[in-house]
């Protein structure tokens, strides 16, 4: 399966500033994911990053606030902008090898406090 | 929408012991469903990926199960080890929005030596 190198591990920052990780994967994947979770909480789907276009957001996510970038079939990256205490939460990216059937493989995590 | 249920919330057992954790989805048109394991503060490992043509899947000491007519999963440890500490999540997809999982609220798993 693939394997997929995350950055940054965990971060600290102010509130108003945005942050941007990354998601690197070993092998071209079909779909690649991002997901948010809240402390104690189960994980949500933030939106799905599709290869050279727009992403595809959840229901209460916007681009605005959580732009991403998927520029080729091993790279994504998610920016959390305008940064809150509420957004304090581990990000995590997945990826499938393909439709239906591959199971999801996902990131170390960050784990981002805003103070 | 996929709603995804784990019970229990949370279980401490002693060293040894061997233990069940379920899951349970309301759609059951599903494909697969997959186990993973997150440690505090930490990502996912997959631990099992059920194929909805399978009935179980073992690994080691991890054994799962799935009944679709049911909408039920479970979670078999055997010899549980205080290694064996972690939470465990449940992620079935939705027949009708092709590749999103969806995920329990996990079990809590304490082994206490």
């Known amino acids: 399966s693939a394997v997929i190198s995350q950055k940054p591990s965990r971060d600290i920052c102010q509130r108003g500033t945005s942050l941007t990780i990354q998601c690197q994967v070993d092998?071209?994947?079909?779909?690649m994911f991002w997901y948010r979770q809240q402390p104690g909480q189960s994980l949500t789907l933030i939106a799905t990053?599709?290869?050279?276009?727009?992403?595809?957001?959840e229901s209460g996510f916007v681009i605005d606030k959580f732009p991403i970038s998927r520029p080729n079939l091993t790279f994504s990256t998610l920016t959390v902008s305008n940064m809150s205490p509420e957004d304090s939460s581990i990000y995590l990216c997945s990826v499938s090898e393909g439709e239906g059937g591959y199971g999801y493989t996902f990131g170390s995590g960050t784990r981002l406090t805003v103070v | 929408k996929q709603e995804v249920t784990q019970i229990p919330a949370a279980l401490s057992v002693p060293e040894g012991e061997n233990l069940v954790l379920n899951c349970s989805f309301t759609d059951s048109a599903i494909y697969n469903l997959q186990w993973f394991r997150q440690d505090p503060g930490k990502g996912l490992t997959s631990l099992l990926l059920i194929q909805s043509s399978q009935r179980e899947q073992t690994s080691g000491r991890l054994n799962a199960s799935l009944d679709k007519s049911s909408g039920r999963s479970t979670l078999y440890i055997a010899a549980s080890q205080p290694g064996d500490s972690a939470t465990y999540l449940c992620?079935?997809?939705?027949?009708?929005?092709?590749?999103?999982?969806?995920f329990g609220t996990g079990t809590s798993l304490t082994v206490i030596p």
């Open positions: 992620a079935a997809p939705s027949s009708n929005t092709g590749n999103q999982f969806y």
């Open positions: 990053a599709n290869q050279g276009s727009e992403a595809t957001y």
């Open positions: 092998s071209q994947v079909t779909m």
